[in-house]
T-cell receptor, first 118, second 114 residues
Framework: AQSVTQPDIHITVSEGASLELRCNYS??????LFWYVQSPGQGLQLLLK??????LVQGIKGFEAEFKRSQSSFNLRKPSVHWSDAAEYFC????????????????FGKGTHLIIQP | KAGVTQTPRYLIKTRGQQVTLSCSPI?????VSWYQQTPGQGLQFLFE???????NKGNFPGRFSGRQFSNSRSEMNVSTLELGDSALYLC?????????????FGPGTRLTVT
């Protein structure tokens, strides 16, 4: 079964500082990997995704993530955070091949709550 | 293009009752997935519908059910509500089935069971 671990429940970063959110996954084949962001009272917004190819992917809002197969990781980074980046961030893994009949929906990590200090 | 809409946004029910939540996907999207979000369990996949058929189902009891209509709109139903069903229920639509297609999430329905 696939699983996602986000080791950091809370992270506090000063505005303007760099950010890295950790994500480790467990999956038997090549996964589809995603990062989503959720602001209070909102649904989830896709930041970026990795399907194949270049292991460094660029997303919206200045975020990027690097897929490292050897470490089963897909960490999210941003060089300089803004106060508006304060939110909950979720890493997710999905099936590469749709098989049908099983739980092929996205599997999410428990999330990392990002706090921005002025 | 309008986003995913979910109605109602907030709902309060009593234990033992049943509830129906509605989701209207983005125009042209044929797949609708439902997720439950709770502080303890996080985001968990409930089921996915495509072309009016349930294609996938997560590990939830039979009290949780859903359906999809010919216009791709979807409803989920929870019968015999329990306190533990209190959660944010998120609907996501995508062009087709499978993780390769980006899922667009609605704002959710906040269900409180008392």
């Amino acid at each position: 079964a696939q699983s996602v671990t986000q080791p950091d429940i809370h992270i506090t970063v000063s505005e303007g500082a760099s950010l890295e959110l950790r994500c480790n996954y467990s999956y038997g084949a090549t996964p589809y990997l995603f990062w989503y962001v959720q602001s209070p009272g909102q649904g989830l917004q896709l930041l970026l995704k990795y399907f194949s190819g270049d292991t460094l992917v660029q997303g919206i809002k200045g975020f990027e993530a690097e897929f490292k197969r050897s470490q089963s990781s897909f960490n999210l980074r941003k060089p300089s955070v803004h106060w508006s980046d304060a939110a909950e961030y979720f890493c997710a893994v999905g099936s590469l091949m749709y098989s049908g009949g099983g739980a092929d929906g996205l599997t999410f990590g428990k999330g990392t709550h990002l706090i921005i200090q002025p | 293009k309008a986003g995913v809409t979910q109605t109602p946004r907030y709902l309060i029910k009593t234990r033992g009752q049943q509830v129906t939540l509605s989701c209207s996907p983005i125009s042209g999207h044929r797949s609708v997935s439902w997720y439950q979000q709770t502080p303890g369990q996080g985001l968990q996949f409930l089921f996915e519908y495509f072309s009016e058929t349930q294609r996938n189902k997560g590990n939830f009891p039979g009290r949780f059910s859903g359906r999809q209509f010919s216009n791709s709109r979807s409803e989920m139903n929870v019968s015999t509500l329990e306190l533990g069903d209190s959660a944010l229920y998120l609907c996501a639509s995508s062009f087709s089935q499978g993780a390769r297609y980006e899922q667009y999430f609605g704002p959710g329905t906040r269900l409180t069971v008392t």
